[in-house]
Structures are given as C-alpha cells and as structure tokens.
C-alpha cells in the first residue's frame, strides 16, 4: 500500500499525551504504521455539507480536486512572537518551536477516524456527510483516530435527511458534491450504520445515476410532486 520514510519511535510518549489509543481496537497494528506516506492511506471522516461547500468541522474548507493541505493553527501566533523577540535567547527558543505539519507535540493536522465503526461509536459520524479518506504526508496517530499532513475524499455518503427540500438548493449542493470528481451514495437510513445499504447516487466517470435518482423521486415525490428537476444521468436525463 505505502512506501514508509520513517517509522515511530514514540507511540509509548504519544499515548500518554492524549489518552489510549483506540486503533487496536479497530484492527490496526501500530507497529506497522509509519510516520509518513508517500502512497494514499484509507481513513474515515465527517464533513460539513453547507451552502458554501465542503468544509471541515472545524470550518476549514475543501476545494474539489485539489488536496487538502493541513496548516498549524497557531503558526501566525508563532510568527508574531518571533518576530517580536527582544534577546538572542528568546529568539532561538522560538526557532526551536517550529515544526512540520503535523507534529505530535502539537494539534494540527487534518483529522480522520480509523474507519466507519470507529466514528459511529464516537458519535462523530451524526455531524454532517461521511466517507472514506485518502491520506498521505506526514501522519501522527491520534486519539481519534488520525492527523494527516495531506487529505482527499475517496467517496462521499450523504444521509437523505440533510439533502435540501427545495429542489432547486438540491440540485445546486448535489452539484456542488460532484465537483470532487468521487463517487457519492446515498444512505437511506437516518443513522448510520456498519454494513447498511447505500445507494449510489453519482458514479465517478458516468455522473447520476438512474438508481439514486429514481429513489430520491420515489421517497421525496410528496414534497417535490408540482415540480420537476432534470439531473443528467449516465443513460440520459432523469427528473428528480
């Protein structure tokens, strides 16, 4: 799957700075998990699905087709402290604080549980739409899973409850989610859940699929009956 360019050395240190680490649990052998990776590496994560776009949970935002590049939050602070310092001393302190993203004595990084089960049972998974993540770059392990360095969806599942009443606003968001050139499901069921149907709603290299639309018309006719929504599909257009 991967090529390692460094192996860890301080998961003993790192588990006592934020807790046990859950990854076991989940199946993975930390052992076997390199600090970096040139190669993608599979996790699992929760995005917001606004009217703006994709973002993070904490509000960072995802551009489609270009990776996602992790950023330290409190690089600005540490570029005005530095460049504030008064003595040599303090000056090379500073310096001594920079690090590469992410670093295990801070929290940056762009997080990601360790896979579906993992996020369901820490409750992160009701936040917003969810799906595999490819991660790359530097990676440090985490209470909750992952902080990566590099991200990019791999595939989006949207719960049909979070999907706009208002057809047109539908259509304009479901767009917008296919912009990241990923296949994108449905998911039927309010909760999620290991193992549950979902049905696949875009299909990377065809576009909509009659399936996923065809269900959503069924389901949502009560609300969208006066009204009709073209959506181009893989055979031709279908009305949602």
């Not at 990084?109 to 595999?132: P, T, V």
């Not at 991660?135 to 989006?156: S, V």
């Not at 699929?209 to 031709?236: C, D, F, I």
Request: include cysteine; charged fraction near 25%.
């Amino acid at each position: 799957m991967s090529l390692a360019l460094s192996r860890s050395s301080n998961l003993a240190r790192r588990s006592r700075r934020g807790g046990a680490l859950p990854h076991a649990k989940y199946g993975v052998d930390l052992a076997k998990v390199p600090d970096a990776y040139i190669e993608p590496f599979t996790a699992y994560r929760v995005w917001n699905w606004t009217a703006e776009g994709v973002v993070s949970l904490n509000g960072a935002p995802w551009t489609p087709r270009v990776a996602f590049e992790a950023e330290c939050h409190s690089r600005d602070d540490w570029k005005s402290l530095l460049a504030s310092a008064t003595t040599e001393k303090s000056r090379k302190w500073l310096e001594s604080k920079e690090h590469f993203v992410p670093n295990p004595n801070c929290t940056c990084g762009m997080y990601a549980g360790i896979n579906l089960k993992h996020l369901i049972d820490i409750s992160y998974i009701r936040r917003g739409i969810h799906g595999e993540v490819s991660l790359w770059g530097r990676l440090c392990r985490h209470t909750h899973g992952w902080r990566a360095q590099y991200a990019y969806p791999k595939f989006f599942v949207v719960p049909t409850c979070m999907i706009p009443f208002d057809i047109t606003e539908a259509k304009r968001r479901l767009d917008m989610l296919t912009e990241f050139d990923v296949d994108i499901y449905l998911q039927p069921d309010r909760e999620a859940r290991v193992g549950q149907e979902r049905i696949p709603l875009w299909v990377k290299d065809f576009g909509y699929s009659q399936k996923g639309l065809s269900w959503l018309v069924e389901k949502r006719k009560k609300w969208y009956a006066p009204r009709a929504l073209n959506m181009e599909t893989s055979s031709g257009t279908a009305n949602l």
